[in-house]
């Protein structure tokens, strides 16, 4: 068994490290075995990566700060070539297709429309526990001015549910959830993401 598991490769997998919870994210991908997680804040450094997080913090910051670097084109080229992308919270926002407000400038990755700040401000974040059918049963779950899935176009698989919002979703190789699962010792739903990554 040992021997198996030294023959498989590594995945390098990238955390976007423009703002909010990078470091986390970086730990809990560094938990897993055979997973090597890297910071990534330029376009070269997506091109040699087997999936990429986008995490959680303020998606207005980060959009700009996408921008700014001129990230999009290759994120989305990632996305296009196949290679698992995952959106946390904030990350969720930026990964949707729409929102109301159009506060965000998105990126497009998965056919959802959002609801920024669904579930209220700072105040109203909570913590419970999920049982998603994909993964697994009881995997608890902190939301922290979490958006919601509003609408979702035909090809996306929505994977939970708390009051009929929609708090996780796939479309093929893009994952996304309005909580942060890189902030609880369970990691289930980051070992999946991982899963889902080719390379
Ligand atoms: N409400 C934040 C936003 O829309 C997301 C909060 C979070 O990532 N914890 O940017």
Same mark, same amino acid.
């Given at each position: ?5 030294? +023959? ?9 490290? *423009? ?6 994210? *970086?730990?809990?991908?560094? +938990? #897993?075995?055979?997973?090597? @997680?890297?910071?990534?804040k ?11 997080v986008i ?6 910051? /980060?959009?700009?700060? /996408?921008?700014?670097?001129? #990230? ?17 919270? @904030? ?10 407000? $159009? ?5 497009? #990755?998965?056919d959802?429309?959002?609801?920024r ?13 999920l049982? /998603?059918?994909a993964?697994?049963?009881? /995997?608890?779950?902190i939301?922290?001015? @979490?958006p919601? &899935? ?9 994977l939970?549910? &708390?009051?009929? +919002?929609?708090v ?5 190789n ?5 909580? $942060? ?14 899963d889902?990554?080719?390379?």
């Amino acid at each position: 068994m040992a021997q198996l598991s030294q +023959h498989k490769t590594t995945k390098k997998i990238g955390v976007l490290n *423009l703002q909010g919870a990078v470091s986390e994210h *970086l730990n809990a991908l560094n +938990h #897993l075995v055979n997973v090597q @997680a890297i910071a990534v804040k330029d376009a070269a450094q997506l091109a040699n990566l087997a999936g990429l997080v986008i995490p959680g913090g303020e998606s207005t910051a /980060i959009s700009r700060l /996408i921008k700014q670097n001129n #990230l999009a084109p290759a994120i989305k080229q990632m996305a296009q070539q196949g290679k698992g992308i995952f959106g946390t919270c @904030a990350g969720l926002v930026l990964c949707g297709s729409s929102t109301p407000e $159009h506060e965000v400038e998105q990126l497009q #990755l998965i056919d959802i429309s959002v609801e920024r700040n669904g579930f209220g401000r700072q105040i109203n974040s909570f913590e419970t526990a999920l049982d /998603i059918s994909a993964i697994g049963k009881q /995997i608890p779950a902190i939301f922290i001015r @979490a958006p919601y &899935i509003i609408q979702a176009g035909d090809q996306v698989k929505q994977l939970a549910f &708390i009051d009929n +919002h929609g708090v996780m979703a796939q479309q093929a190789n893009v994952l996304v959830c309005s909580f $942060h699962p890189e902030l609880t010792p369970d990691n289930r739903i980051i070992q999946y993401f991982v899963d889902c990554c080719c390379g």
